[in-house]
């Protein structure tokens, strides 16, 4: 036993070597391949038995520049994921269990257009039926309670009466060499594409397959283009109704008035239950007992950031009300407990995302899961179980089960733990600072994963978009704060005026006042991580995108603080000239709510507000980039910027995408984008300084 036990000792101090030999050459860094090789896990779905949950991950392939998504079933009690195997060399998503479990329904393109297929799950390996066959696809599947029918959204044109038709018209426009387009009413196109003369409309098909009947007919969007949130159509308990979402507005780009109808699957009149509100009111959901309509709704008009409150509408009564008055807070997702008593949702709170139940006669809301960003909750029938989704700073998303109490949280997916364990991601740090009118401001910091107190850092303050937006303890693909630690910066995510999780005022602080309040509460924010002994003030940068973007376009205009300046910026689809942005965007409700009118009604505060005016003072170093089919910030932005910095002679460049929008989607893309971002702080902020 002697030269075993020798053997063992030389073994462990071997082991001990290599451990410090890893230490002092610290961890891994976090790369932006390695982002992109993050399996990304989303839309779980609970059977109706509620002992299995499906889900889908989605693999990036980045040498064929594009992404996949693949269907996976667990038990909810745990054990390994294994994948539906559809015998479809394609994407497959939006897994959605029957009424009785016996049938997955999903969405996936086999043959170019997306359809609706479902697969018999007592057979894993049978062929899967094809449901939908209508030319402009199929999408966003909801079963009827009864089973007998599906719910899906299209595409359609809205003076065809027939399938035929539409495909008539879709062949003959693919075919013509003219690529010309002709609008007679505003919002002809929208983030990333043209509207063509479509409408959205919801079609209901027989689950056996069948003709698909057109259920919203006319010249309407319903459901409306999302301003985010669930599914905004459902059948009722008796699957003899349906309630869904629309906007019927003449001029669209001036409103958000979504509406509530009912109609009856059999065919008829819809009916507006919601007309009194010129808010938005969306994500119908019945009660399963019947007697209520949930749905979320914001009371101003034109304000696409107002809080969302949950409303329930008595089908008995007729009547509407909301249960969440006294909650200052936006509802996301919910669902109703299977006896109708409660409901769990979602909402934002200081950077993170807990979920509450409140019960259908109102009250304060009761927080029973905190930690992380939790969304997608889904309850068991038997009224035990939660099933949910969380992500985290140093987490992407997984699958979560609780009791309904908030107890006993168990995670369920480990989809990637495995892989980001070498990393050493550091969690977000809490921190607080004073802001504008003594108000304080709340943010969050992610150090380097070998982070050393002693040492001084470049740092990088992240500026989100929105304006109503927020950093949160989550996951991004976008803005990861890891890539930019691993990196050896110091990362600065503040959360000025105009962020969510607030209460509603501290949103509403930043319309009509861009570059004020809200500028300070950056400024001071970042003046005191300069002032903090690990942060080296000479080497601080900015970036940001969409109202983010606007932000650094504005620093690069004021960039006087005597606190410390900034060395270098990078805006990303950033406003540059207000009024340009006001004749070329789309969602006019948007530009109109932020300025109090158009350039021409009130001028004033279009160029108080603009970064174009302060040209004259533009000198840091800075990258702009920019997609061209991004017509909610459109490349104009981006070009005036760009010309306005070389006109100046100040050292910068412009990376434009031809193929890409408001988000750099495509994989290459994303790596070339991350990658010329992280160069030009390299740059600016590390090269020829000392460390």
């Known amino acids: 036993m002697k030269p075993l036990r020798i053997l063992s000792v030389a073994v462990a101090l071997a082991l001990v070597v290599m451990a410090q030999a890893v230490h002092a050459q610290g961890v891994r860094p976090f790369t932006v391949n390695d982002l992109l090789q993050v399996r990304r896990v989303g839309d779980p779905q609970l059977s109706p038995d509620g002992a299995t949950v499906a889900f889908t991950i989605t693999d990036v392939d980045k040498a064929a520049n594009r992404s996949r998504t693949n269907i996976y079933l667990m038990p909810t009690a745990g054990g390994a994921p294994r994948q539906l195997m559809t015998r479809m060399n394609v994407s497959v998503s939006a897994p959605r269990w029957s009424p009785d479990g016996k049938l997955l329904a999903f969405v996936a393109a086999p043959e170019g257009t997306p359809q609706i297929y479902v697969m018999d799950m007592a057979a894993p390996n049978s ?16 079963w009827s309670p009864d089973g007998s029918m599906l719910a899906f959204v ?22 013509s060499k003219v690529k010309a387009k002709l609008a007679d009413r505003l919002l002809f196109r929208h983030w990333t594409s043209w509207k063509e003369g479509k409408r959205t409309h919801i079609f209901i098909v027989p689950s056996a397959g069948g003709t698909a009947r057109d259920m919203t007919p006319g010249d309407a969007d319903a459901p409306p283009f999302s301003l985010g949130g669930p599914t905004d159509y459902a059948f009722s308990p008796d699957s003899k109704e349906l309630a869904f979402a629309s906007n019927t507005d003449k001029d669209e780009s001036l409103s958000t008035n979504g509406d509530i109808f009912i109609v009856p699957v059999a065919g008829g009149a819809p009916k507006r239950i919601t007309e009194a509100n010129r808010g938005a009111d969306l994500s119908p959901l019945y009660s399963p007992d019947g007697r209520f309509i949930a749905y979320r709704s914001q009371a101003k008009a034109g304000f696409e950031s107002d809080r969302w409150r949950l409303m329930l509408y008595d089908r008995k009564s007729g009547q509407a009300r909301s249960i969440t008055e006294g909650f200052d807070s936006y509802v996301e997702g919910f669902a109703f407990s299977p006896d109708s008593k409660k409901i769990y949702f979602a909402a934002p709170e200081r950077g993170r995302q807990p979920l509450y139940e409140i019960t259908v006669a109102g009250g304060a809301p009761r927080k029973i899961i905190e930690g992380g960003i939790n ?6 029938r038997d ?30 997916t480990k989809i990637n733990e495995g ?19 003594n108000k304080k401001i709340h943010g969050f910091i992610v150090k380097p994963p070998d982070f050393d107190a002693s040492r001084k850092y470049p740092m990088i303050a992240l500026i989100h978009g929105g304006p109503q937006g927020a950093w949160n303890d989550a996951w991004s693909y976008r803005w990861n704060p890891q890539i930019y630690a691993a990196r050896g910066y110091v990362v600065f995510m503040p959360n000025p005026r105009g962020s969510t999780g607030y209460g509603q005022q501290f949103t509403d602080d930043i319309s009509g006042d861009w570059g004020g309040k809200v500028f300070t509460d950056i400024m001071n924010g970042v003046a005191e991580m300069a002032a903090k002994p690990y942060v080296d003030r000479e080497r601080i940068g900015a970036a940001g995108a969409s109202y983010g973007g606007y932000m650094v376009n504005w620093i690069e205009g004021h960039n006087d603080d005597p606190r410390f300046k900034f060395k270098a910026l990078v805006s990303h689809a950033g406003v540059f000239n207000l009024a340009s942005m006001y004749g070329a965007t789309e969602e006019l409700w948007f530009t109109e709510w932020e300025f109090k009118g158009s350039p021409w009604t009130n001028p004033e505060m279009y160029e108080r507000w603009s970064p174009h005016r302060f040209v004259k003072n533009f000198k840091t170093p800075m990258l702009v980039t920019h997609g061209e089919i991004d017509y909610r910030v459109p490349i104009g932005e981006g070009l005036q910027l760009f010309t306005a910095l070389q006109r100046q002679g100040v050292e910068s460049k412009l990376l434009y995408f031809p193929d890409e929008g408001h988000w750099i989607l495509k994989p290459q893309n994303s790596e070339l984008w991350h990658n010329t971002v992280l160069e030009w702080f390299d740059k600016h902020l590390k090269e020829g300084a000392g460390s």
């Open 383 to 412: 009224n035990r179980t939660l099933v949910f989704s969380r992500n985290s700073a140093t987490k992407p998303a997984e699958i979560f089960r609780a009791v309904v109490d908030g107890s006993g949280v168990t995670q369920l």
């Open 154 to 175: 299209s595409d359609i044109y809205p003076e065809c009466k027939d399938d035929a038709c539409n495909k008539q018209r879709g062949d003959a426009a693919e075919a």
């Open 127 to 142: 062929e899967p039926r094809k449901v939908t066959n209508i030319s402009t696809g199929a999408g966003d599947a909801v």
């Open 375 to 380: 969304d997608d909750v889904k309850i068991a």
């Open 419 to 437: 892989f980001l364990t070498a990393f050493n991601l550091r969690p977000v740090e809490e921190t607080e600072w004073m802001g504008a009118e």
